[in-house]
């Protein structure tokens, strides 16, 4: 395995990593002061439609979409670096239009939708000009089994009729999203992993409710937001269907392998950020008598998150390696060991940050407390912790058979 960064991924880091210094950096509390404080999920922060524009006049643009003629040509491996600096700020996926939970739909749009899909929906993803959510995660069973999703899909003539309860569809806060991808069971007498199917629903659907966003950790993530949504008898055509019905499982597992690994790779960019930050705090500040930096123990903490920070960022490169070379699939099990890796690290790493900060890093003054609270839904994101170890060991036991 090689993880030599090309010239062309050095170019690119450079210019993500001045653009970032020039743009992002300096507009992230601008971006948070330009919200509503009445109607915070009404409208969008103007900075954010100036950096998206400036970010593709640059060519920083869809730099994700591996092997798709709808995407910068990079491969997994190449894209990681680049996601990583992405990572560094909350504000900053979507500044160069590489922000969850788009870049997973789009993926399924390019490699499941119709080409009708694809012009009306996928384009304008694309192109920036709409935001999407997924509904798969539902408040009445443990949605970490797909397999448990009770939401229903049943054809009726020309028509599909949806029917169900979906929460934490992350997105469907903001009034730029205009479609969601739902997952349903569309046959439950079929075999387990053939229950299941992806549909598309516009959000102005009939029957489409958004009954409440929910925060996390009292964040509201405005205007992205995640929310609950209720699906009454809503009807949708027929070619809404994404590839077919029971394909739902099949298409969940194709979409949540890269977007799990995107997490990872911003996740390390949220970490190197909070040891940047810790390092440069400790060296100016002083107490009993010397440097923080200059503690035992403060050296142990920027020792240690060093070495794990290194440790997670080479084995996201091998999982990335290995999608690349064998597939998706094939790289299951690497995916679901970064899956488990990144989020642990990059929270250790942070409330060693926030312990250096004092009280000041659990404000909102720096931004370690929100990356805190946000890195930790990643242990739930796109299965939690404990389903990824259970699939490591099934894989691990499959060798001794």
């Not at 001045?18 to 109607?39: A, H, K, S």
């Not at 092997?67 to 500044?95: D, F, K």
């Not at 949605?143 to 020309?158: H, K, L, M, Q």
């Not at 070495?307 to 070379?325: G, P, V």
Request: net charge neutral; glycine share 8%; proline share 5%.
């Amino acid at each position: 395995m090689n993880f030599t960064y090309s010239d062309k991924v050095k170019e690119l880091q450079q210019k993500l990593s001045q653009f970032m210094d020039d743009y992002v950096y300096p507009n992230e509390r601008l971006y948070y002061d330009q919200l509503n404080p009445g109607e915070r999920f009404a409208s969008i922060p103007p900075i954010i439609e100036e950096l998206k524009q400036k970010a593709r006049e640059q060519g920083l643009w869809n730099l994700f979409l591996p092997e798709s003629e709808y995407g910068a040509g990079l491969t997994n491996l190449e894209y990681a670096p680049l996601c990583e600096i992405m990572g560094r700020s909350s504000i900053a996926p979507e500044v160069f239009n590489c922000a969850a939970p788009d870049t997973g739909n789009m993926e399924v749009l390019a490699r499941y939708g119709t080409e009708e899909h694809k012009k009306k929906w996928l384009k304008p993803l694309l192109n920036g000009e709409i935001r999407s959510c997924f509904s798969m995660t539902e408040p009445d069973v443990a949605s970490s089994d797909a397999t448990n999703i009770e939401a229903s899909i049943v054809r009726d003539g020309d028509e599909y009729v949806i029917n169900g309860i979906k929460w934490w569809s992350s997105g469907a806060g903001d009034p730029r999203c205009k479609i969601a991808i739902v997952m349903g069971k569309s046959n439950p007498d079929a075999e387990k992993h053939k229950q299941q199917s992806m549909i598309l629903v516009p959000l102005d659907t009939t029957g489409v409710t958004v009954k409440r966003l929910l925060p996390v950790f009292g964040y509201d993530h405005a205007p992205h937001g995640h929310a609950e949504i209720e699906y009454k008898n809503v009807r949708v055509p027929a070619g809404n269907m994404l590839w077919g019905e029971g394909k739902g499982f099949a298409i969940a597992q194709g979409r949540l392998g890269p977007g799990r690994i995107h997490h990872c790779m911003r996740t390390i960019g949220a970490a190197e950020r909070a040891l940047e930050e810790l390092c440069k705090r400790v060296q100016s500040r002083t107490a009993f008598g010397k440097k923080l930096a200059d503690q035992g123990v403060i050296k142990e903490w920027i020792a240690d998150s060093r070495i794990e920070i290194e440790q997670a960022r080479l084995l996201t490169l091998k999982a990335a390696y290995m999608m690349d070379k064998v597939g998706n699939k094939e790289a299951k099990a690497e995916i679901a060991m970064i899956k488990v890796v990144a989020p642990n690290m990059a929270l250790k790493v942070i409330d060693r940050a926030i312990q250096a900060f004092g009280a000041a890093g659990v404000s909102e003054d720096f931004p370690l407390a929100s990356s805190w609270a946000n890195i930790r839904t990643l242990r739930l994101a796109d299965g939690p912790d404990e389903v990824h170890r259970r699939a490591i060991a099934r894989y691990e036991l499959e060798k001794y058979k």
